[in-house]
């Protein structure tokens, strides 16, 4: 199964590593999808895009969305990082958000990524500080599973890892079938 290409987007870190376990698995390439042509993906048969997710949007999807012509009769996934835990019914609201009209076909898989407050750029450290705030106003019972992720985040001192292979797993047997 290495006829594949793997491009990634990550801010932090957290996505390049998952496109490092899969390219390790796969024997596929792996590029930044900002990196990326027609021309470069056109020797592959299959494109797994993995992108970190950054206000529910999932980085990179835009290469799709340009190339979409260019790319009919690739097998394409896709495979989204964020901070929020695994959850079926989160991972469908973000598909539905993420994936319209001509992209609702592609299969969308999660893994749960990285949280460093203090790593984060100056613009991105306030936008999640503002977010905190807002969460911290609310009745814990209520919260999202996001929400919950981010005041357990910040429970420990802002920094939390949470990647793990495990969670390439759906994905592989998927391209493995
Ligand atoms: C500005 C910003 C917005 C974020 N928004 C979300 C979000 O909406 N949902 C989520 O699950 N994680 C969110 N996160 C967490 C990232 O998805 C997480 O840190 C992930 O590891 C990012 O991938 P990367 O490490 O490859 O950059 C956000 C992080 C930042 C910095």
């Not at 980085?59 to 012509?69: D, E, V, Y």
């Not at 920094?159 to 998927?174: G, I, Q, R, V």
Request: hydrophobic content about 40%; charged content about 20%.
């Amino acid at each position: 199964m290495n006829n594949g290409i793997i491009l990634y987007q990550s801010k932090y870190g957290a996505t390049r590593k998952y496109a490092n376990w899969l390219a390790e698995s796969t024997g596929f390439s792996c590029m930044e999808t900002k990196k990326a042509t027609l021309a470069a993906v056109q020797p592959y048969k299959t494109i797994v895009l993995m992108g970190g997710v950054y206000a529910s949007g999932v980085a990179g999807l835009s290469f799709l969305k340009k190339n979409l012509l260019g790319l009919k009769g690739k097998r394409i996934l896709i495979f989204a990082v964020g901070a929020s835990p695994y959850d079926e019914a989160a991972i469908e609201q973000a598909r539905q958000h993420n994936l319209k009209g001509e992209l609702s076909h592609i299969p969308l898989f999660y893994g749960r990524g990285s949280w460093n407050l203090e790593g984060m750029t100056f613009g991105d450290r306030t936008l999640c500080k503002l977010l905190l705030k807002a969460v911290a106003k609310q009745d814990p019972s209520t919260y999202e599973p996001w929400q919950a992720a981010l005041v357990e985040a910040n429970a420990n001192n802002g920094a939390f890892d949470w990647s793990d292979k495990a969670y390439l797993e759906p994905l592989l047997a998927a391209l493995k079938a």
